[in-house]
């Protein structure tokens, strides 16, 4: 079976702490918007969370995604 190329990804961008995308949105949006976890800023905060709601596909529940989505907004007004 041939492996996906998103297995592959990494990034030295941003580090988001284990388990921060299973939070409130607001929590979501703090800790990505810091220097220590995103130090090349917002956008790359957003990416982040773009990029863990594509890797969930449908494997993530509705609210759940509604959540990641309030978050990514939370950042965009930043």
Known sequence: MKKKW??????????????IFTRDAETIARVMAKK????????????????????GG?????KRRKELEKAKRLLQKN
């Open 58 to 62: 449908k494997g993530i529940s509705k």
């Open 36 to 55: 220590e976890v995103s130090p090349k800023g917002i956008g790359s905060a957003i990416r982040m969370i773009q990029y863990f709601i594509n890797r």
């Open 6 to 19: 998103v297995q592959e990804v990494t990034t030295d961008s941003t580090s988001p702490p284990e388990g």
